[in-house]
């Protein structure tokens, strides 16, 4: 009796542990987002994530006020900023996802809304803003 009830403790302690089970080590890669989807943090390949867009407006402005004109931000303010916090300021999750093998950054793209054409682009480096790219927005 003793025996079976040990192994029926096993049992619910491996399940336990099982649903209670983290990260697998690829969620959010280092920019801390939640990875919902399902994304290959090192592939250089492009993988489509959200279908909403903002406004060219919006994304001018990321570009022009929120990130204060800059183009590369090591020693600024800026620097700190994280995925989510621009997430948050645009509104919407990126269009696109890629790793920047050269830059050795994650690189998100943010197309316009009804102009595929024009798209800000922000890389991020240990989770921290590092560069952007506005491309057809001002």
């Not at 040990?6 to 920019?31: E, P, Q, R």
């Not at 022009?64 to 700190?80: I, P, R």
């Amino acid at each position: 009796m003793k025996k079976f009830l040990v192994l029926m403790i096993s049992i619910v302690m491996v399940f336990t542990l099982t649903a209670c089970g983290g990260d697998n080590g690829n969620n959010g890669g280092s920019t801390g987002n939640s990875n919902s989807y399902n994304l290959d943090m090192k592939s250089t390949e492009a993988q489509p994530m959200s279908k909403d867009r903002a406004s060219a407006d919006v994304l001018r402005e990321t570009a022009q006020t929120y990130f204060g004109g800059l183009n590369y931000f090591e020693g600024t303010e800026q620097a700190n900023l994280t995925y989510d916090d621009v997430k948050g300021h645009i509104g919407v999750d990126a269009s696109e996802y890629r790793y920047d093998e050269n830059r050795q950054a994650e690189l998100y793209i943010w197309y316009a809304k009804g102009d595929d054409e024009a798209s800000l682009n922000v890389w991020f480096i240990n989770g921290k803003l590092d560069a952007c790219g506005a491309i057809n927005l001002i």
